[in-house]
């Protein structure tokens, strides 16, 4: 029997390694293409279904809103023992001001449609955050204020919930040292809101 010279015997494993690897091939690349078809149909479906944004959160819709959900604020302390801060890393906005001996003060702002069980600590209003609170028609939770900032309140416009008057949705947590201690939640600020829009005293919203 003739034997194979060293180039045949070459050229014959070449051959098989390449009729090896078009029979991987053959057998890889539907499944990958059927896997990737799948992933963009789905991508597409999820595109064309999610048509809408939510006005305030920014996030997919599948429908519109019928109206805008009611907005809460909340003041929260930020002097460096009232840290860490709990709820604003749930927030939709959170805006930062300077306040007195350059220690900022934070105002949270969540939906209604959102469950956040810790919010604080709440410290007292300042005037100029009630700017803020008023575009979005928003419960301010705060404990007391300034004088200018409670009587701005006063004069009508602003959903107020002050720890002061309204002490049964608020509450102190034990682990911290007052005045940094006292915390809301968002079940708490909608029974507020649905007491008051009960009794119909809840202020005239000027955005729906």
Do not use: C
């Amino acid at each position: 029997m003739k034997r194979l010279k060293k180039t045949d015997r070459l050229t014959l494993v070449g051959l098989l390694v390449v009729l090896v690897l078009a029979s991987l091939v053959a057998l890889v690349l539907p499944k990958f293409v059927y896997r990737s078809s799948l992933r963009e149909i789905s991508g597409q479906e999820e595109t064309q279904l999610a048509l809408y944004r939510h006005p305030l959160t920014g996030a997919a819709l599948y429908e519109p809103l019928v109206e805008l959900p009611q907005v809460f604020s909340v003041m929260i302390d930020n002097h460096e023992e009232a840290w860490p801060p709990s709820g604003i890393d749930q927030a939709f906005l959170v805006i930062e001001a300077p306040v007195e001996a350059a220690i900022p003060r934070l105002l949270a702002f969540f939906t209604e449609e959102q469950v956040v069980d810790e919010i604080g600590p709440v410290r007292s209003a300042r005037p100029y955050f009630l700017d803020w609170v008023n575009e979005f028609d928003a419960v301010y939770a705060h404990v007391g204020g300034s004088n200018a900032a409670l009587d701005l309140i006063a004069s009508g416009g602003t959903f107020d919930l002050n720890q002061y008057w309204w002490g049964e949705y608020f509450w102190r947590s034990w682990d911290r040292y007052a005045p940094h201690n006292v915390l809301t939640s968002t079940e708490l600020m909608r029974a507020f809101v649905g007491l008051r829009t009960q009794a119909g005293v809840a202020p005239e919203r000027l955005y729906d």
